[in-house]
């Protein structure tokens, strides 16, 4: 016979006021006791450092991948995501291909919203890139941590 644990349940908490307009793709707040992961901001780049995917829909989907593989080597999920911060060229490029990114962000990071900030820049440090998102997570107490921070490889 097999024991599987129960899953570690998410450490956060939403913080929407309740007299508040419901929010749509993210949270007001959220709140969590845990590890905290700051993952810096991602690119659409390959495993080689370079971008391969042309257009907003296509880097976004390429940045989530890039936050997820981060946030995984720290030993979390989408779930554990508090905070994302999307950094875009041009805001109205974005608000047009809402639905498309819905789409994408569901796909990569399943139905779960963090609160989100959504910054306009005049340039991102790789010339190529159109979006970067950096995102900040809270491993819940006794979640698995990667075979990187294992003592035996420091």
Known sequence: MTIVPPPLSTPLREINPPKWPSPRGYSHAMAGT???????????TD?????TSVGLVAQARQALRNVRTVLAEAGGTPEHIAQMTWYVL???HYRALLRE???????IMGSHYPAMVLVEVSALVEPAAIVEIAATAIL???CPSSPVDSPLNR
């Not at 845990?34 to 659409?44: E, M, P, S």
């Not at 495993?47 to 971008?51: F, S, V, Y």
């Not at 990114?101 to 796909?107: A, N």
């Open 47 to 51: 495993n080689a450092g370079r971008i």
């Open 34 to 44: 845990g590890t905290f992961v700051f993952v810096g901001g991602q690119i659409a």
């Open 90 to 92: 041009d805001i109205e």
């Open 140 to 142: 819940p107490v006794g």
């Open 101 to 107: 990114l819905g789409v994408v962000y569901r796909e």
